[in-house]
């Protein structure tokens, strides 16, 4: 495995997010947020923070994002803006365009879209 700076939010627990948008939840709408944030539902919108943003395994997201950190486990479809980095994970998908500092794609994640650095 490698050693990726600045994914200490691979270690966070649910305790360290002020909001999680839960499973059962599905939001439609804007979302501007300070302090990180995970989504586990679904979501459909834009989304921009100041802070970072963790969609977990089995979420939805149909929403442009704008966040300093963006880590993608489930599917997101849309523009990702990263201020300092965007991780895909193995179990994730992004249908959509990057534009980051810092770009991680993990061994079997799905990517379409153009990324710019």
Do not use: Y
Not at 4 to 26: A, L, N
């Amino acid at each position: 495995m490698f050693d990726v700076k600045d994914t200490d939010f691979f270690d966070m627990e649910d305790e360290s997010f002020d909001t999680i948008i839960e499973d059962d939840i599905k939001f439609t709408g804007n979302i501007k947020f300070k302090q990180p944030l995970m989504i586990r539902g679904q979501v459909n919108g834009k989304i921009e923070a100041t802070s970072d943003l963790v969609v977990d395994t089995n979420a939805v997201v149909n929403a442009d994002i704008t966040a300093s950190r963006v880590l993608i486990k489930g599917k997101v479809k849309g523009n990702v803006t990263g201020e300092n980095l965007v991780f895909v994970t193995q179990s994730g998908s992004l249908d959509g365009d990057i534009k980051t500092k810092k770009v991680v794609l993990e061994p079997g994640c799905a990517f379409t879209g153009r990324c710019s650095m």
